[in-house]
C-alpha cells in the first residue's frame, strides 16, 4: 500500500472496512490498521470533521506520553492516587510524604502522581523533583500543577482516558490514598484491568493514616458486592490495606522478590522473567496448586530470552519460565505470581534495588538482522 496513491488508499480503506463489518461479528475486536491504513482514513471523506477531531486529539497525547516515557523508563514506578484537597496538615499527607520519600531515597523507585495539590502534591514532594513524575490533567478547575516536578518529568493531558493509560502502564505498583469519585475511579478501574487480565499483575495496596477510618468503609463496600454476587471472594485480595510505610513497600518489594516481569507469545504461553531462581519444591507445588490455570501442563525454564523476546534487549539474560496460560483466569494468575514471590525465601531482608537490580522493560523495539524475528515481528 505504501505505492497507492490517495485515492487507491481510500477505496482501499473503505473495501477493508466492508469486509471486516462483513467477518467480524460484535464480539470480536477489530484487526490493528497498519499506518498506511490509519493514514488513508483519517485522509478520507468517510470520517466527520468532529470524530477526527477527536482522534487527532488522542493521538497528539500519545505522541507527548511516549516521548517523555521513552527517557523516564527503566527505573520502578509506583503510581499514587488521592485528593486533591488533602490540606499538608492532614496526616494523609505526611503519610504519603513519608511513603513516597522512602520509596525514591532507600529503594530507587520513580512516584507517579496527577500531579496536583493534596496527595499528588506530598507524593512528588516527598520524591523529590529527580524521582517524582506528574500526570496533571487539564481542568477549567482545581488543578495546576505542584512545584516539585521538572518540566521534563511533567505532562498535562487534556484526555483522561490517555491519563489512565499512563498511571497504569507505568506502574509497577499501585498505591491508594483517601480521595473522592477520581481516586475511586482510578483505584477501580486499576482493579478491574488485573481482574479481566487486561494488564500485567501488580501490586495494589489502600493507605491511610493509623486510626483513619476512610478505606474500612470502602473495604465493607466490597465484602457487600461479594455477598450480592457482583464480586468474587478472590477478587477481594487483590488489594492489599496497611496504615504503615515499611509494610507498603515490603508488600510492593515482596511481590518483585523473584517475579521481575512477563509477557505474552504468539503461541499463547505466557513468560515471566524472574529476579532469583525458583526452588524446584516451589514449580512442583505451583503446578499442582495452579495445574487448572498453566492447562496441566509443566514449567518450562529458559536461561535466556525466547526469539519473541528480541525487543527487550535489556532483558535478555534473565531466567524465565515460559508456561501454557488458560487466558479465562487472570485472577489465578495474580495469586500465583503472589506465590511464587512469598513462598520459600531464603530470609534476605527484600530490598527493591535488589528485585530490580535488572532494568524495567522498556518497551522500546530494536531491529534485528534474523529472518525467524523479523517474520515473528512482522506479525505482531
Not at 493509560?165 to 483505584?187: C, K
Request: glycine share 8%; net charge negative.
Amino acid at each position: 500500500m505504501c505505492n497507492l496513491n490517495y485515492k487507491e488508499k481510500t477505496q482501499m480503506v473503505h473495501k477493508r472496512t466492508k469486509t471486516d463489518h462483513r467477518s467480524f461479528n460484535a464480539g470480536t475486536p477489530s484487526p490493528k490498521l497498519s499506518v498506511e491504513d490509519a493514514q488513508a482514513f483519517l485522509e478520507s471523506a468517510s470520517i466527520t470533521g468532529y470524530d477526527k477531531s477527536l482522534l487527532l486529539g488522542i493521538i497528539t497525547e500519545m505522541k507527548t506520553y511516549c516521548e517523555k516515557f521513552q527517557h523516564l523508563r527503566g527505573t520502578p514506578k509506583i503510581s499514587i492516587f488521592g485528593s486533591a484537597r488533602t490540606q499538608p496538615t492532614h496526616p494523609d499527607y505526611v503519610l504519603c510524604h513519608d511513603f513516597a520519600k522512602k520509596l525514591v531515597e532507600k529503594f530507587g523507585y520513580d512516584v507517579i502522581t496527577g500531579a496536583g495539590p493534596g496527595i499528588m502534591e506530598a507524593g512528588n514532594k516527598g520524591a523529590g523533583k529527580d524521582g517524582a513524575i506528574g500526570l496533571n490533567i487539564s481542568l477549567p478547575f482545581e488543578q495546576d500543577a505542584n512545584p516539585y516536578l521538572k518540566d521534563e518529568r511533567l505532562i498535562t493531558f487534556y484526555y483522561f482516558l490517555i491519563r489512565k493509560l499512563a498511571f497504569v502502564r507505568e506502574a509497577d505498583g499501585i498505591v491508594l490514598f483517601p480521595g473522592g469519585f477520581g481516586t475511586m475511579d482510578e483505584g477501580f478501574e486499576a482493579l478491574t484491568l488485573i481482574q479481566t487480565g487486561r494488564s500485567i499483575p501488580v501490586p495494589v495496596v489502600m493507605m491511610e493514616h493509623e486510626g483513619g477510618s476512610f478505606w474500612g468503609k470502602t473495604i465493607e463496600l466490597m465484602h457487600h458486592l461479594k455477598d450480592q454476587g457482583t464480586v468474587s471472594r478472590p477478587d477481594l485480595d487483590l488489594v492489599y490495606y496497611t496504615t504503615d510505610v515499611d509494610d507498603a513497600i515490603n508488600y510492593i518489594n515482596d511481590f518483585y522478590y523473584r517475579y521481575h516481569s512477563m509477557r505474552y507469545l504468539d503461541n499463547g504461553n505466557a513468560v515471566i522473567r524472574l529476579n532469583r531462581p525458583v526452588p524446584d519444591n516451589l514449580l512442583q507445588e505451583l503446578e499442582v496448586k495452579y495445574g487448572h490455570l498453566i492447562k496441566g501442563s509443566k514449567f518450562k525454564l529458559h536461561d535466556q530470552a525466547l526469539p519473541e523476546e528480541h525487543d527487550e534487549p535489556d532483558l535478555m539474560n534473565l531466567q524465565r519460565l515460559e508456561f501454557a496460560i488458560d487466558h479465562t483466569k487472570p485472577v489465578d494468575l495474580y495469586f500465583m505470581v503472589k506465590d511464587l514471590n512469598t513462598k520459600y525465601q531464603d530470609g534476605q531482608a527484600t530490598n527493591a534495588a535488589e528485585a530490580h537490580k535488572h532494568p524495567r522493560p522498556s518497551r522500546v523495539k530494536v531491529p534485528s538482522s534474523s529472518p525467524t524475528l523479523a517474520e515473528t515481528d512482522s506479525q505482531a
